[in-house]
Every structure is written in structure tokens, then in C-alpha cells.
């Protein structure tokens, strides 16, 4: 490689990154995320009605934490709202939570549905200071800045007449953010706990399934009493989220099924022995990590078989 | 051209924080100039359930009247699972937590008494018991519960 080569190398590189996080592609991986995590938060923050005005209003017990970066002048954004206010704004985010999963001004929706996310995160959700309750927040920004309801949508029955329909191709932006996201979620919780002190046993295992978010299958299983194999399931756990990161991006035999399996199984055995069920929604979301390209041949394969 | 500019701002700026993130969740170590707040909705994102404990613990709230101290049922106001009523009520955001929770006492008072509960005090403790391998509060006894006084409110 001559020093003469050097700016070509940069300018192919460049393209390569550009049209692997920006390239236009086909709507429909990023319409159904739209769909399932638009309908997942509704449903997440529809369970709360009965109880809305005890958890974000002057009726109950909330202390509101103003973010540092917030300017001084804002901060009367977060003072605790009286009953009725509290229970319009809760209106609202059920309102822009609805439009975004059958897609009606899906941009506007998922935008309004992310300020006010942000809202409930800094007046009470901070307390509970979940790392789901900000996957959520980021998924809604990330929807806000993309071209969701380009199919799977109220927009595309009105502009082509059926929701199946779609003539757009759309940026692939949002998708590869989403991927990344998961990926690094995955990663950091996978990583750390090589060398995490809590983690070097099978302790941590044992002494969860005792605690505050165990389940009565986790307190059934722990009533038999102490295992080795508690050992060898937390060196499970680290296995399995240590490989599905990687696995995700490997196209080459079965890896990435295996990947997503192992996913599933992490994630429904959490869901049975602990009260931690708000990462199921990661389940479905494996979607992004196939192509638009390959899941658009996939769609039109099933079509096809069904019509023949 | 500003639109492909703006976005690949975006992202170079989005993966930088999750770089400092993942740095922090690897390494315990922060990558220097970078202020913590920006970083920490990224670090949260990938940094669950990093520790447990031998011993379970609960947030107790107490009403005296008629020379008495009466338990009060939480779960009233604060309406979520015991795992979430346990993270919630460290009040772990919070630097001074002892006002806090002298605050809670105070809108528990309040709200006690518009269920015709009037108390005259209301304090707020810490109940730490050992876990059991047969249930959640079957350690919960006498004798190997400790209970820390964490705030009074007082009428």
C-alpha cells in the first residue's frame, strides 16, 4: 500500500460503513418491531391504569429527581401534577402509544410517547432505575427518527390500501441502532460478569432464587436444597450471554438460530424463576438482526408457498 | 448532505457514549472528560443484576395510636411487586435519603389519616432477616430479624 492509496482505502471504507448503517432498504423488519414494541408498551403501561394517580400524581408517594443536565428554568416540567393532570398526561401516552402500533402519524407518536417516557422516567421511574425502562426510552426515540410506518400500518392502508402494502424503501439506520443497542446490552451484561465478585459462583444463583423477585417455581426449586449444579448453572448463564451477542451477526450454518435460541431460553427461565418479565420483549426483537433484504425474500417465500 | 452529516454526528456520538459505557461496566473505569451523566443512561442499558445478598430486607412503615405501633400496609401506595417496592424504597437517586423518606413518613401520615387512620407518629424502619431456601419470609423471625430506625415523622 503506497501513501497514493491511502485516501482511496478511506474513501471505500467509508462507503462501506455508510452503506452498512444508512443504505435504503425494504420497510417491513422495521414496521413489525413498530407494531410488537408499540403494543408491548402499550400493554406495559396500560396495567397501570387502576393505580395511576398513586404512582405519578399529588395523591400518592412520588419524589421527582431532576437530571443534572436539566436547566434550571425547566424544572417546574417535573413538579408532581395534581390528579387530573396526571391522569390527561397518562392519556396522552396511552394515546400516542396506540397510534404508534397501528401506525398513525407513527413519528409524531413515537416522539410524544419518548418525551413523555422521559417525563415518567425523572418523576417516579428513576426510583426502580431499570435498564429495560431505558431500552424503552431509547427504542421510542429511535422509532421517532424512523420511517416505521412504512408498512404494517393505518398510513399504508390509507396511501395503497392495505396495511400489507408498500411502495417506500426506507433507511436501514434505525434498524442497524436497534441491533447495535441489543448487541451491546447483551455484550456489557455477558462481559462482566467473567470477573463481577457476585458472579464466581453458584451463589449468585442460589441466593436469587431466594430473594425478593423469586417466584414460587424458585422457591420450590431452591427447597431441595444446595447443588454443585447451581455452579454449573451460573456458568450457564455466562455462556449463553457471552455467545449470543457474537452469534447474532454470524450468518454461516445454524449459529445465529442457536443464538436466538439460547435467547429464548435465557429469557423464559428469568420469566419463571424471577419477577423480571420486561425483557421479553428483546425475544421478538431478534428480528433486526436479519436484513431487510433477507426478510423481505422470507415474506415473499411464505406468500408464495401459501398462494401455491 | 446535511441529513448524512447529521445522522453520522448522531451515531458516532451514540457509539462513543456506549464505548464510555461499556468501558465503565468493563473496567470500572471512566473514560476521562466525559461527564457521568451523559454516559449513564448507556451504562444502566447494560448493567443488571450485578450482585446479591445473603439476607433479605424490607422497608417497614409504622402508625402509634392508642399507645400502640401499628404496621402499614404499603403496598396501598406503592402498588408494584416486592421487587419493585424493594428497589424503589432504597431511594438509591437520591444523595440525602434520610429527608426523603422523613417526607414519605410525613404524605404516609397524611394519607393514612384520609382512610381514617389517624397516627400521631409514623416512623419508618428497615427489617433485615436471613433468606430461606423455603419461602420469603420464612427467615422472617424474632430472633434473627434486625430492624434499623431509619426516620420519624411526628405530628
Known sequence: ?308 | MIIRIFRQALLLGYIFLTICALSYTLGRKQVPGVKWPFVTHFYAMMAPFQNYTTSNAELVAEGYRNRTWERIDLTNYLPHSRGEIAIRTRMSSFNDKKSIYTAMAEKLQTMEAANGRVYSSIRIVWEKWPKSQYGFYEGHTPDDTTRSNVTQFNL
Not at chain 1, 64 to 91: D, F, G, R
Not at chain 1, 173 to 181: D, E, K, T, W, Y
Not at chain 1, 247 to 261: D, E, H, L, P, V
Not at chain 1, 282 to 308: C, M, Q
Request: with cysteine; net charge positive; proline share 5%.
Open chain 1, 1 to 308: 500500500m503506497t501513501l497514493l492509496t491511502i485516501p482511496l482505502r478511506l474513501k471505500s471504507w467509508a462507503l462501506v460503513w455508510e452503506h452498512w448503517w444508512t443504505r435504503k432498504s425494504y420497510p417491513h423488519t422495521m414496521g413489525i418491531i413498530r407494531a410488537a414494541f408499540g403494543a408491548w408498551l402499550l400493554m406495559y403501561w396500560a396495567i397501570r391504569l387502576p393505580y395511576i394517580k398513586i404512582l405519578f400524581s399529588t395523591d400518592g408517594i412520588v419524589f421527582p429527581k431532576i437530571p443534572t443536565y436539566m436547566p434550571e428554568k425547566l424544572e417546574w416540567l417535573l413538579q408532581v401534577p395534581s390528579p387530573n393532570i396526571a391522569l390527561a398526561i397518562y392519556c396522552l401516552q396511552l394515546i400516542a402509544l396506540t397510534t404508534l402500533t397501528i401506525g398513525l402519524h407513527t413519528r409524531l407518536s413515537a416522539f410524544i410517547a419518548f418525551c413523555l417516557s422521559w417525563y415518567y422516567f425523572y418523576l417516579s421511574l428513576h426510583l426502580f432505575h431499570t435498564s429495560f425502562d431505558r431500552l424503552y426510552i431509547l427504542v421510542l426515540l429511535v422509532l421517532s427518527i424512523s420511517k416505521a410506518g412504512e408498512y404494517l400500518s393505518i398510513e399504508c392502508w390509507e396511501k395503497y390500501g392495505s396495511p400489507l402494502k408498500w411502495e417506500k424503501m426506507v433507511s436501514i439506520f434505525p434498524q442497524r441502532l436497534l441491533a447495535f443497542q441489543i448487541t451491546m446490552t447483551y455484550f456489557g451484561v455477558g462481559f462482566q460478569k467473567l470477573w463481577l465478585p457476585g458472579w464466581q459462583g453458584g451463589e449468585m444463583l442460589w441466593y436469587s432464587m431466594m430473594g425478593v423477585w423469586a417466584t414460587p417455581l424458585a422457591f420450590k426449586i431452591t427447597s431441595y436444597g444446595w447443588s454443585d449444579l447451581y455452579h454449573v448453572g451460573v456458568n450457564m448463564v455466562k455462556m449463553f450471554e457471552l455467545f449470543i451477542p457474537f452469534s447474532f451477526w454470524i450468518k454461516k450454518g445454524k449459529i445465529r438460530w442457536i443464538g436466538m435460541g439460547s435467547g429464548l431460553i435465557f429469557h423464559v427461565l428469568i420469566d419463571l424463576l424471577l419477577f423480571i418479565w420486561w425483557f421479553a420483549i428483546l425475544i421478538p426483537s431478534y428480528i433486526v438482526f436479519f436484513s431487510p433484504e433477507e426478510f423481505h425474500a422470507w415474506l415473499i417465500r411464505v406468500s408464495k408457498n401459501r398462494i401455491s
